[in-house]
């Protein structure tokens, strides 16, 4: 399986695809090579979309969004590990266009 991470400013001040390394039912940690104008305590909206690594034509298996705030963002040899907060639950991002009907 492979997790990505989309996380945008809601201020507008950037947008960041990232790779999931966790996730609980508090936050998430993912790794991106810039962090694009988001800096710690930054209001951020968060997509996460984990798919089928062995077949990317077939649908995300899941697919969600919510709100967050960035906790830390941390540069790790290149690249930048950043922790965010949810600030509300997670909800199905277009859960009927992943359905398969046969």
Known sequence: ?????????REGAGIVQA????????????T???PQGLVADTEVNVEITVQDASDA???PLVNLRGQGRIV?????AGSYDAALVFTGALALREPFSQMLIF
């Open 57 to 59: 034509r077939h649908p």
């Open 19 to 30: 790779d999931l390394v966790d996730v609980s039912a508090g936050g998430l940690r993912a």
């Open 1 to 9: 399986m492979a997790a990505r991470v989309r996380i945008e400013s």
């Open 32 to 34: 991106c090579p810039l």
């Open 72 to 76: 830390r963002l941390i540069e790790n």
